[in-house]
């Protein structure tokens, strides 16, 4: 499995962390080789750096080095075998969140990226995408909504079938939650085949909402999520082998 | 105990966050009238308020873990995390954490339901709020409690946005303080 890492990343980016931030027992340590840190994923990847390296010190010389709190990101997600059923190596972000600097440091990311664009709407999948939504939407100015399951919200929704390896899903969203013509983004913790997120996309459009991205915190590249998103950029902050 | 009994009487941020949560009779069954808070989500300056005043009351008592229940409280526990430097922990429904978990079950109107919690996630005598959307008979609060103590945890304080008229004049709930900052809101019919 290749290790995609920059050749202009400096050679302590590469480190994971000689002491854990948090301490728990042993079963919380990762499985380091699952994890590969991404410099960048989407198809705007000179924009999103650009970005980012304008808003970092001036000690980030090139705009190709990533940023440092990607590494501690990445190093803090824990990769559970065989869940939820044998051959499926589970990236699990709990561990993300009980690092306060990198959970931090994961908001600060989506929210410099996100904050001057527009956005007045960050819409997010149950139920990881409620952890990761509303500190973003709080902290840029936006509205949050909830995107859910079959019958947990109340009143008037409007859903949206997708595909599952065997059969399929329907995520729902309030009628009158958005309205055409807001820019949103859409949250998800990870992005593996893309289903999910096409429906939330669809969703929004059938109401006039234009996508202005859709960002996780995770992809697995392998599983080509992105090509389901048609023309909405995707960006994450992590990939993973898995 | 509410908020306007415990130092915020009289505090317009309270009313703004009543106004912007809705009520939607008959669901999930008949005879329930629900207290929708995604539209407080959606009014960003009562949501703002709602995080306000759990950070404000919590950031000064060394709390460590914020511990939230799926899923609605997925939706305020973590920003009151980032605020106060704690840790965010998803208590959830069985089956959906990986890896060692614990279980409490809890009853249902009818019937029983399970909250697991990792093992590991907690250490012993952490200081830990446990945030929900509602409290309504407490049960789910209760198990929630029973997961963090057993793993030695100190449940500082049980904190919802809203709490139903079985919790009024309730200032604790199995021992521990309650939190809530309003009451139902009222019967104005948005569907």
């Given at each position: 499995m290749q290790t995609i890492i920059?050749?202009?990343?400096?050679?302590?980016?590469c480190l994971a962390p000689a002491v854990p931030r948090y301490r728990l027992p042993n079963i919380y340590h990762r499985a380091p080789p699952s994890i590969r840190l991404s410099n960048h994923r989407s198809t705007t990847s000179p924009c999103l750096f650009s970005s980012a390296a304008a808003s970092r010190d001036s000690e980030m010389a090139t705009e190709d080095v990533q940023d440092p709190r990607i590494a501690k990101i990445a190093s803090s997600i824990r990769v559970i075998p065989d869940f939820p059923k044998p051959g499926i190596m589970f990236q699990d972000i709990t561990t993300l969140l009980l690092d306060t600097e990198a959970f931090k440091d994961t908001i600060a990311l989506f929210v410099d990226r996100y904050k001057d664009k527009g956005i007045s709407v960050v819409a997010g999948v149950e139920a990881r995408g409620f952890i990761f939504g509303p500190p973003i939407a709080l902290a840029i100015g936006a509205k949050f909504v909830p995107m859910r399951k079959p019958k947990k919200l109340p009143g008037k929704v409007i859903s949206e079938e997708y595909s599952l390896e065997y059969g399929t899903d329907t995520i729902e969203m309030h009628v009158g939650a958005v309205e055409p013509g807001e820019r949103a983004i859409i949250i998800d913790d990870l992005i593996a085949t893309g289903g999910t997120l096409a429906a939330a996309i669809r969703l929004l459009e059938r109401v006039g909402v234009k996508i202005v991205e859709c960002a996780c915190?995770?992809?697995?590249?392998e599983l080509k999520g992105k090509e389901k998103l048609g023309e909405t950029p995707l960006f994450v902050l992590v990939s993973s082998a898995a | 105990m509410f908020a306007a009994e415990n130092g915020l009487k009289g505090d317009p941020r309270l009313e703004a966050i009543s106004a912007a949560i809705r009520v939607v009779p008959n669901f999930p069954k008949k005879g329930i009238m629900f207290q929708d808070i995604t539209t407080l989500l959606l009014d960003h300056k009562a949501f703002k308020h709602t995080i306000d005043i759990f950070v404000d009351r919590y950031k000064d008592m060394q709390i460590s873990v914020v511990a939230g229940v799926e899923a609605r409280g997925f939706l305020f526990g973590p920003s009151i995390a980032l605020a106060i430097g704690a840790k965010f922990i998803p208590l959830r429904k069985p089956g959906k954490l990986p890896g060692k978990v614990i279980s409490e079950s809890y009853e249902l109107e009818y019937g029983h339901d399970r909250l697991e919690m990792h093992v590991g996630a907690v250490e012993p005598r952490e200081r830990v709020i446990i945030i929900d959307d509602l409290v309504a008979t407490g049960g789910t609060l209760s198990a929630a409690m029973s997961l963090l103590e057993s793993q030695g945890a100190e449940v500082v304080e049980c904190a919802c946005v809203i709490g139903l008229p079985e919790v009024k004049g309730q200032h604790k709930l199995k021992g521990k303080p309650l939190y809530v900052l309003v009451e139902p809101s009222g019967l104005d019919e948005f569907c």
């Open positions: 920059s050749p202009l990343v400096s050679h302590r980016l915190v995770i992809e697995l590249p | -």
